[in-house]
């Protein structure tokens, strides 16, 4: 026992060590150098720093950012989560173009920057961004308007002198050959700054596969349109390599804007998953039949009845999986009321149908009857199974609204 009384944390294994580290976060990690020259150099170890968060640390300035780049951050980094000073009142400079390419230079493989109320009006372009990349996502940030160009402003010409000629011969091959994105995977939330023009500059990013757009408020139905992947006289322009788009308007109240899903009428060629959302929903299942490669649907915060996912459904015939997240259904009408074509009673049959084909196993017991009535959620079930056998439905968080009656 005195043997075990004696040890304390200078007998743990290296590894050991700093599996515990990693519980800590940036902040405490740098207070955690102080300890001891041993831990100071664990700290810098760069299986501590593969994923850091900076969001949650208060007070991070651009002092700081230099001092973890130079001693802590290095080629384990592979996302970066970071929070500017848009909303504070201390302003300043806080990602500058030379802290930018530092970054570049010194974590060759980051894959993901997340960045939180960030000014990035100071950043002439994206290309400034580490060419690595491949996750980019912006919340709540504000961006100037030619920020997603594959081209950087153009600058005066001067001619070199002769001293400049070596140092300068790299970036005469970059002028030859113009750097490409490779960023994959553009999410866009609340960034009240991202316009059609912004929109409209994408279609030159040759490996962009992901695109959300969640509360961007100034991108329209044309200018959606007119980035959709489609076949015109000279090949097939706009957003080719463009596999999942996602598309919600939930934080604003009283928003008359034209809706953007109607942009999803131009067909999107190649499309894959949709995800809508908020009052981007009931626009987006009219247009959503003209999409003849969508295998993928998912719907989320918003209110829907059975009859107008039915009728929508009718033309998906190609879904593999279609999913409700959080979305509250209105209560079904007894009987069911369709105005229109008799596609109505084509519906009910399949209803029907599938609950005679059901009543054997449940026994036609008057508990599951209950539910039925009550409860549009089986009867929606049952009526997908029809439309679309061969899609998997699945159902997260969604409730019923009830009646004040």
């Keep these: 026992m005195d043997e075990y009384g004696a040890c304390n944390l200078d007998y743990f294994p290296e590894n050991i060590l700093i599996d515990v580290l990693s519980y800590l976060n940036v902040k405490e990690l740098v207070r955690a150098r102080r300890v001891c020259k041993r831990w100071g150099r664990l700290v810098k170890d760069q299986r501590l720093w593969r994923h850091v968060d900076l969001t949650a640390w208060k007070g991070v300035t651009a002092r700081i950012l230099w001092g ?143 695109l959300e757009l969640r509360d961007t408020f100034r991108v329209t139905a044309n200018g959606l349109r007119s980035c959709a992947a489609k076949h015109t006289g000279s090949g097939v322009e706009g957003l080719t390599k463009l596999k999942f788009l996602e598309v919600g308007i939930t934080g604003r109240q009283g928003y008359q804007l034209q809706m953007v899903s109607l942009g999803l009428g131009a067909g999107w060629l190649g499309l894959e998953e949709l995800s809508l959302g908020g009052k981007e929903v009931g626009p987006g299942l009219l247009c959503a039949s003209r999409l003849k490669d969508l295998k993928n649907l998912c719907l989320w915060a918003c209110t829907l009845s059975e009859m107008q996912i039915l009728r929508s459904c009718r033309m998906l015939r190609g879904l593999h999986r279609l999913e409700f997240s959080e979305v509250f259904f209105q209560p079904r009408q007894c009987p069911p009321v369709v105005e229109g074509e008799g596609g109505a009673e084509e519906e009910q049959d399949n209803r029907e149908a599938v609950d005679g084909e059901d009543g054997g196993e449940d026994g036609g017991e008057d508990e599951n009857k209950t539910v039925e009535t009550n409860d549009p959620i089986p009867g929606l079930r049952r009526s997908l199974a029809v439309l679309l056998p061969n899609c998997t439905v699945i159902f997260t968080n969604c409730c019923v609204q009830t009646n004040s009656d």
């Design 68 to 210: 973890l780049l130079r001693h802590y951050l290095g080629c384990g980094l592979r996302c970066l989560r970071l929070r500017g000073l848009l909303l504070s009142a201390r302003g300043g400079i806080f990602l500058s173009e030379s802290w930018i390419k530092a970054l570049s230079t010194k974590c060759p493989r980051l894959r993901k920057l997340y960045l939180l109320h960030a000014d990035l009006r100071v950043l002439p372009s994206c290309l400034l961004l580490p060419p690595t990349l491949q996750v980019l996502e912006l919340r709540g940030c504000e961006l100037p308007p030619g920020f997603f160009n594959q081209s950087l402003p153009s600058e005066p010409a001067c001619p070199p002198e002769k001293g400049e000629a070596t140092s300068r011969g790299h970036a005469g091959k970059g002028l030859n050959s113009p750097p490409k994105i490779a960023i994959e995977r553009l999410v866009l939330n609340n960034v009240p700054s991202f316009t059609d023009q912004h929109l409209q500059s994408l279609t030159s990013w040759e490996m962009l596969s992901r």
